[in-house]
């Protein structure tokens, strides 16, 4: 079973950082992303990378301002966020496909995750 941990650190001039931990097992053989809801939304993909960490999905909302990286050694994926803005606030979750997943697949549609985190809520200040 994979269970998958949020957690943020925010950092001044409006930026944070999301931390996805894997737990269980590596995320060697799964595609990672991140993924939102706002209440009354629905939910978004945000940004997602493949398992071999070469390609990378942005949506268009967040491009220039966002990037996912992943560390395999620590089984940890990661959100930088910059600039945010008040339309970025909502509740951001974590997901992995099943593996083995395609070496460069960035999987970009929630519904090819099947492992999902509790989620971690993004406040943005005005």
């Known amino acids: 079973q994979v269970q998958l941990v949020e957690s943020g650190l925010g950092q001044t001039g409006g930026s944070l950082t999301l931390s996805c931990a894997v737990l269980?097992?590596?995320?060697?053989?799964?595609?990672v992303g991140w993924f939102r809801q706002a209440p009354g939304q629905e939910r978004d993909s945000v940004a997602t990378?493949?398992?071999?960490?070469?390609?990378?999905y942005y949506a268009d909302s967040i491009k220039g301002r966002f990037t996912i990286s992943r560390d395999v050694a620590k089984n940890t994926v990661y959100l930088q966020m910059n600039d945010l803005r008040p339309e970025d606030a909502a509740f951001y979750y974590c997901?992995?496909?099943?593996?083995?997943?395609?070496?460069?697949?960035?999987?970009?549609?929630?519904?090819?995750?099947?492992?999902w985190g509790r989620g971690i809520q993004v406040t943005v200040s005005p």
């Open positions: 990378i493949s398992r071999s960490g070469y390609n990378t």
């Open positions: 997901a992995a496909t099943r593996g083995p997943a395609g070496d460069n697949d960035t999987y970009p549609s929630g519904r090819d995750y099947i492992y």
């Open positions: 269980g097992r590596t995320t060697s053989n799964n595609a």
